[in-house]
C-alpha cells in the first residue's frame, strides 16, 4: 500500500508493507484473542485493490464471560475498525480460524 502525502513540498510517497499491516493485525487479534502476536498467523491479499484478511490463532478461554464466538466476532471487528484507522487499508473481509482453544487454568500450567 501506498500514497503520496497531500501537499507535500518534497516528491516521494509512503509505502507500507504487507509484513507490516500483518504485524498491526496480528497485535489487534492476539489482544482480543487473549494470546500473542506471535501465536497469531496472519496473512493479507490483494483482493482487486482493496485486502482480504486471514487469521489463524488460538483463542484462551477467560472466566469473563464471553463465549469463544463473541471474542472471535470481536477481534474481528477490531481489525475491521482499529486495523483500519491505524494502516489506512480499505478491507473487503476478515476471516478468523480458530487452531486451538485453551482454557486459563492450562494456559497457567504451561
Known amino acids: 500500500m501506498s500514497a503520496s502525502a497531500p501537499g507535500s513540498p518534497i516528491a516521494g510517497r509512503v509505502v507500507i508493507t504487507a ?3 500483518e504485524t498491526v493485525f496480528s497485535a489487534l487479534a492476539a489482544e482480543e484473542l487473549g494470546g500473542t502476536a506471535r501465536g497469531t498467523r496472519v ?5 482487486s485493490g482493496l485486502l482480504s484478511v486471514a487469521v489463524r490463532a488460538p483463542v484462551y478461554a477467560t472466566g469473563s464471560g464471553s463465549t469463544v464466538l463473541e471474542r472471535v466476532e470481536s477481534a474481528r471487528q477490531r481489525i475491521l475498525t482499529t486495523g483500519t484507522e491505524l494502516t489506512g487499508a480499505t478491507l473487503t473481509d476478515v476471516t478468523i480460524r480458530v487452531t486451538d482453544i485453551t482454557s486459563e487454568s ?5
Open 19 to 21: 509484513r507490516a499491516i
Open 106 to 110: 492450562e494456559k497457567r500450567a504451561q
Open 43 to 47: 496473512r493479507v491479499r490483494d483482493d
